[in-house]
Nanobody
Framework: VQLQAFGGGLVQPGGSLRLSCAASGFTLDYYAIGWFRQAPGKEREGVSC????????YYADSVKGRFTISRDNAKNTVYLQMNSLKPEDTVVYYCATTGHGVGSSSWFREVLYDYWGQGTQVTVSS
């Protein structure tokens, strides 16, 4: 079972990036996928999540309207499209899976997530 997050990089403020979370060894269809991020010295925070059951999506207030999460089950991959990027979005992003049901009051709880990918660095700077 492996998750691989990639797609990070350097982008100017206002720019866009698309992160990918690819799974191997299992099928993502049956799992909710969350994206988290962590700045140095700070706790990891939930960014977004897409459920397995009905494709419901959840977002942190700080990214609503700018980020979009989606999944392509045929490619066993979940994406995080990040638009209108800000310098404060500069952190390491992680994806994770959970077999638990998630909802608006739980999707951001790290303890629910079973498998984590390695992080991918996003840097927003001019």
């Amino acid at each position: 079972v492996q998750l691989q997050a990639f797609g990070g990089g350097l982008v100017q403020p206002g720019g866009s990036l698309r992160l990918s979370c690819a799974a191997s060894g299992f099928t993502l269809d049956y799992y909710a996928i969350g994206w988290f991020r962590q700045a140095p010295g700070k706790e990891r925070e939930g960014v977004s999540c897409i459920s397995s059951s009905d494709g419901s999506t959840y977002y942190a207030d700080s990214v609503k309207g700018r980020f979009t999460i989606s999944r392509d089950n045929a490619k066993n991959t979940v994406y995080l499209q990040m638009n209108s990027l800000k310098p404060e979005d500069t952190v390491v992003y992680y994806c994770a899976t959970t077999g638990h049901g998630v909802g608006s009051s739980s999707w951001f709880r790290e303890v629910l997530y079973d498998y984590w990918g390695q992080g991918t660095q996003v840097t927003v700077s001019s």
